[in-house]
C-alpha cells in the first residue's frame, strides 16, 4: 500500500493489491469488518494519490 502514490503520481490508471488485500487470517476468521477496512485504506490511498 506504500507504493500506491507513487504508481498513481506516475500515471498509472490501477494498483494490484493480491496478497496485501486479501489476508489468509483475517477471511479464516471471518473478519469482514477488517478486510472491509483494508480495501477502504486502498481505495483512500488511490483518492489521495489522484488529488495530488
Partial sequence: MDT????????ASA???????LKK??????????LTNIAQ???DKVAEAREK
Avoid: Q, R, S, Y
Fill in 25 to 34: 487470517d483475517l477471511i479464516e476468521a471471518n473478519d469482514w469488518d477488517g
Fill in 15 to 21: 494498483v494490484g493489491a493480491g496478497g496485501a488485500l
Fill in 4 to 11: 500506491i502514490p507513487a504508481f498513481i503520481e506516475a500515471g
Fill in 41 to 43: 485504506a486502498f481505495v
